[in-house]
């Protein structure tokens, strides 16, 4: 149902969650955006999740300045749909991702360090 929502022409949706390995808070969260991706990923093949440890891969992450944990980024081909941290709730995450899944105009303007981070997760 919900691919059919979202234009082909969008290529793949990437979901990368931002961590730190030392943030209790997201291991707990850990197994709740897999399970979210992978309840999603039935009707969207085509999503990609990222588990980004802000430090192991701070080269991938740049000049994003990633304060709150966790913190979500998504993103289609063309730009970048949400940016910003997120309440570690199941029922959040699963909300936000389905609205973002259904409405592929969604997204507005970015600061240019998401932009980049975003480019780099795509070229993954």
């Not at 234009?7 to 990437?14: A, C, I, Q, R, V």
């Not at 955006?33 to 192991?56: G, K, M, N, T």
């Not at 997120?86 to 936000?96: F, G, I, K, S, V």
């Not at 899944?101 to 795509?122: C, I, K, N, W, Y």
Request: hydrophobic share 50%; aromatic share 6%.
């Amino acid at each position: 149902m919900l691919a059919a929502m979202c234009s082909p022409d969008l290529g793949p949706l990437h979901v990368a969650c931002l961590c730190a390995a030392w943030c209790r808070t997201c291991d707990a969260y850990a197994p709740v955006f897999e399970q979210a991706v992978a309840a999603l990923r039935a009707d969207h093949p085509d999503l990609r999740a990222h588990w980004i440890d802000i430090e192991d891969e701070a080269e991938l992450v740049g000049d994003y300045d990633v304060e709150t944990f966790p913190t979500l980024v998504v993103a289609d081909a063309q730009r970048v749909r949400f940016a910003g941290p997120l309440t570690p709730q199941p029922e959040t995450l699963t909300r936000l991702l389905r609205a973002t899944l259904a409405d592929a105009g969604a997204g507005g303007v970015q600061p240019a360090a998401v932009s980049a981070f975003a480019e780099r997760l795509r070229a993954q």
